[in-house]
């Protein structure tokens, strides 16, 4: 942040028929953030939401494409900010930790900020299963990608404009937060994670996460940008499989080569098969090489991109 310069500061709210909540969702962060823009994005909201929104004063902006990742790319694309607070409508996030959220950013320290629910929650904050998947989850990204994270699902993080920028959002539905984490740890930023109390949702407030459907998009999302993004390790690993299974398969001729007169191979479908697959694995591992230097490219291509745009 320039010294100096005022920041302007956005908390951008999605929200879905949340109607017992947005108001003090929206008052609480204004009584922590007088200054700041109160931004509820609704996604066809079928009851009061907007009506309360809009009373209270707070900015609206509809998205009727359904799924809170169309929400998170209308966010990104309609406010101009330099610090974005993003928080779930349904008042499950205490607005009191938005300063724990927004100081590393102010101080220069992370480019996203996220509120880790894990270490201070009730029984009562998380359907069955939710912990264990968000583990799940956290555990294989923290292996991919090489951090140490413990909260891979929060609703509520805190942005600085380069994120914003620099990000793509292709995800449409709950799995957005899972994409906003590997897409920042793939460009390199900086992620901090500060834990806060999570709360469980007042009487009358419903999740629209569905624990099965939702997980499977998530595990789904989670083993396409692995793909994606870190093709030597996915096809290398694949290669290695493939080469570990011809080795196998190829020890029975490798043994008739070796010790029948002649060198005559007596198994010779399963060399055959060895070797298949032994070729099959380098095909693997080539493929890999071949998106790795072409996602470099893509990458060496975003940095400039990237800069020459933060310039005007």
Known sequence: METGKEIKIAVLIPCCNEENTIRKVILDFKQQLPDARIVVFDNNSSDRTR??????GAIL????????????????????S???????????????AVHQLIQPLLNQQAD???GSRL??????????????????VCFFINKIMGSRLKDIMSGY????????????????????????TIQTLYYQRKITEVEIPYRHRPQGSESKLHTFKDGSKILWKLFSLFRSLRPLAF???????????????????????????NHYVEHVPSAILAASLILLSW??????????????????????????MMRF
């Open 235 to 261: 096809f290398g690993n694949i290669g290695l499989f493939f080469l570990l299974a011809g080795l196998m398969v190829g020890i029975l001729p490798i043994r008739d080569y070796l010790v029948n007169p």
């Open 283 to 308: 095909l693997f591992v080539f493929l890999g090489l071949l998106l790795h230097a072409i996602n470099q490219r893509f990458r060496e291509l975003h940095s400039v991109l990237t800069r020459n």
């Open 112 to 114: 996203m900020v996220v």
């Open 119 to 136: 270490a201070d929650y009730t029984d009562a904050s998380f359907r069955n299963l939710h912990v264990f998947g968000n583990k799940l």
């Open 82 to 96: 330099d610090i974005y607070v993003m928080v779930d409508g349904d008042d499950t996030y205490p607005a009191q």
């Open 61 to 80: 902006v509809p998205e009727p494409r359904q799924g809170k990742g169309f929400v998170v790319e209308t966010m990104f694309n309609s406010v101009e």
């Open 51 to 56: 009506q309360i929104a809009i009373e209270q």
């Open 157 to 180: 993080r805190a942005f600085n404009r380069q994120i914003i920028n620099i990000i793509p959002v292709v995800s449409s539905g709950f799995e957005i937060e899972t994409e906003l």
